[in-house]
């Protein structure tokens, strides 16, 4: 892609509010799933397992990978829920902008509007992608994301 149509492309999502909803949900979403995930895993083997990663099963290792994931799922869409509610008012016409788009969707519902029905898609679809990750690293010999050392 050469600069000029690079430039184009970039104008079109500015100019047409879509750029930075998706930032503004994209980023959040990412860095809260991805610190929740580690944080689950570090819970379930203190409070849960007490033990550490050595002396669980790879089974056991892979049942912490799938709980940490779908809590950091659940986490993920708390955070996003505002952004993608905003995101879809602006994309169906609803709002010109987003002050706008807050005020028609309201303070309450712009935090709770479809969010079991998001929260129940979103937590299988992140469980299965670190349950795949961890798979292929189990089968590769290597450890799974669930190498999370407790302190003594």
Not at 102 to 127: A, C, D, E, Q
Not at 132 to 139: A, R, S
Request: hydrophobic residues 45%.
């Amino acid at each position: 892609m050469d600069f000029q149509k690079f430039i184009q492309l970039k104008d079109s999502l500015v100019s047409t509010g879509d750029f930075f909803p998706l930032w503004g949900r994209n980023l959040p979403i990412s860095m809260t799933m991805f610190s929740s995930f580690e944080h689950s895993v570090d819970l379930i083997n203190k409070k849960i397992f007490k033990k550490r990663k050595e002396g669980c099963s790879r089974v056991q290792q892979l049942g912490v990978t799938c709980f940490a994931a779908y809590a950091a799922g659940a986490v993920g869409t708390l955070v996003s829920n505002p952004a993608d509610n905003i995101g879809s008012s602006l994309y169906n016409k609803k709002a010109e902008n987003v002050i706008q788009a807050v005020k028609k969707i309201g303070l309450f519902n712009l935090f709770t509007r479809s969010l079991p029905v998001r929260i129940t898609i979103v937590g299988p679809v992140i469980t299965m992608q670190w349950l795949f990750y961890d798979i292929i690293k189990v089968l590769a010999g290597l450890t799974p994301a669930t190498n999370v050392m407790l302190k003594t």
